[in-house]
Structures are given as structure tokens and as C-alpha cells.
């Protein structure tokens, strides 16, 4: 497992760079609009062009909650992404939903990137055996670098951590910012009432009917892995 330990300057400069000169051979470069980073500036970042190979952020809760569907769904969600050869980049821990899904993903043989903060670590909930760990100052700095390292997005079902995550690239979407999808994994009614209650925002006239399709909720796995990549290879920018 490699290790690294980044302020949060090197934070965007560090996988910037990847995403560049590539940290696998076969990736080559294009161009995504200006996006703010957490100092204020405004810099061009380079990414890989669309492919039908994703990595894959997904946001999800440290425990494994009351029902034992929501720990199946985490590893299958794993098993689907190693078997259509995505890879991961996930919060880093070992424990919980966040474990479960790392660990199926190991298991395909596909790349895991964890991102933890110090915080986090030296409560040791870090995962020792991703391919990779990252170790960022605050959760400013988890959240930024796994947005930037991400092709598409999926939450299953978590906390309040989970929400903000998941609803950070959902205004930076609606914004503009960014073109990836988006994906809500529906288990056993979780996040029903979520939907609800976007639904009303659009009655009530917060949200468009546009934005609200943004998000893309399913119950079925491998359905919501397929709406990911036909977004993916539509330019919605």
C-alpha cells in the first residue's frame, strides 16, 4: 500500500498532476471547466477522456446500520465494480459500510484509493490494505480530493458525512462546475424519504425538474452503474 501524507496546497497540485501525465499508462488528457479550489483560486485542470472504465467516489456510512441489506448492498456494489473493472475511491476506513465496499472491490483485483483525514487516523480506522492512502489535514481536504479524483459518484446509505458529500457534487452539478454523474443507491427504502423531499422542493420551486434529474436513484445495481456510464459518454457541459 502506498502512503501519502499531503498538505492541503499539494492537495489539488499532487492529483492535478496525475490526471495530467496519468498514473496509468493507457489514460490520455482533456479539458474540464474552471473550478474553484478550497483557497479561492481558480485553476484549469486536466482530466482523462470519458472511457467506459470509471473511478468511481462512493459516499457511505462507518457503520454497517440496523439492517443487514445495507452491508449486502455495499459488497455487491464492490463485486459490480471490480467485475466491470472500475476502481475506488472511497474515505479510507476499514470499518463499516466504507470497509465493506473496499474490501469487495480489493477482492476483484481492481484499485482502491481511501482518503482519511489525520483526525481519523489516529483513531486507526484506517484501511491498511488499499492500494492507496491518502492523508489530508481536514475534511475540507478529504472531500476535495475525492471529488477531483473521481469519474462518477455513488452514495449508499450513511450519515450525515454521506449527505454533505453527496449533496456537495450535487450543487457543484447544478452549478456547473462539474459534468460527472451522479447516483443515489435506493436500499430497502433508505433514502425514499430523501426523494421525497426533493420532490417537494421542486413543487415548491427551489429546485428545477432539470437539476432534480441530476441525481439518479436506483434500487438495482448494476441499472444505476449503467445510467452512470451513459451520462459519462453524453457531453451534458
Known amino acids: 500500500m502506498q502512503r501519502l501524507l499531503l498538505e492541503l496546497p499539494e492537495l489539488v497540485d499532487s492529483f492535478a498532476e496525475r490526471m495530467i501525465h496519468g498514473d496509468k499508462g493507457t489514460r490520455t488528457t482533456g479539458n474540464r471547466p474552471n473550478l474553484p479550489d478550497p483557497g479561492g483560486r481558480v485553476r484549469e485542470v486536466s482530466r482523462a477522456v470519458r472511457s467506459p472504465v470509471m473511478r468511481i467516489a462512493v459516499y457511505c456510512g462507518a457503520h454497517h446500520g440496523a439492517r443487514p441489506e445495507y452491508t449486502t448492498a455495499a459488497r455487491r456494489l464492490g463485486e459490480s465494480l471490480s467485475e466491470r473493472g472500475h476502481d475506488l475511491v472511497y474515505g479510507g476506513g476499514h470499518v463499516g459500510l466504507m470497509g465493506v465496499v473496499a474490501d469487495a472491490v480489493l477482492r476483484g483485483g481492481r484499485e482502491v484509493t481511501g482518503v482519511i483525514t489525520e483526525h481519523l487516523m489516529k483513531w486507526e480506522v484506517g484501511h491498511d490494505a488499499v492500494s492507496e492512502l491518502v492523508v489530508v489535514p481536514d475534511m475540507a481536504a478529504r472531500k476535495r480530493v475525492m471529488y477531483e479524483m473521481a469519474d462518477a459518484y455513488i452514495a449508499l446509505p450513511g450519515g450525515v458525512g454521506t449527505l454533505e458529500e453527496?449533496?456537495?457534487?450535487?450543487?457543484?452539478?447544478?452549478?456547473?462546475?462539474?459534468?460527472?454523474?451522479?447516483?443515489?443507491?435506493?436500499?430497502?427504502?433508505?433514502?425514499?424519504?430523501?426523494?421525497?423531499?426533493?420532490?417537494?422542493?421542486?413543487?415548491?420551486?427551489?429546485?428545477?425538474?432539470?437539476?432534480?434529474?441530476?441525481?439518479?436513484?436506483?434500487?438495482?445495481?448494476?441499472?444505476?452503474l449503467d445510467d452512470l456510464a451513459a451520462e459519462r459518454t453524453t457531453p451534458t457541459l
Not at 167 to 190: A, D, K, N, Q, S
Not at 201 to 223: K, P, Q, T, W, Y
Open 166 to 224: 453527496l449533496f456537495e457534487v450535487l450543487c457543484w452539478r447544478t452549478l456547473g462546475l462539474h459534468p460527472r454523474p451522479i447516483g443515489l443507491l435506493e436500499v430497502e427504502g433508505y433514502w425514499s424519504h430523501l426523494v421525497t423531499f426533493l420532490d417537494h422542493a421542486v413543487d415548491e420551486g427551489f429546485l428545477s425538474h432539470e437539476n432534480r434529474g441530476l441525481l439518479l436513484v436506483d434500487d438495482d445495481i448494476e441499472h444505476l
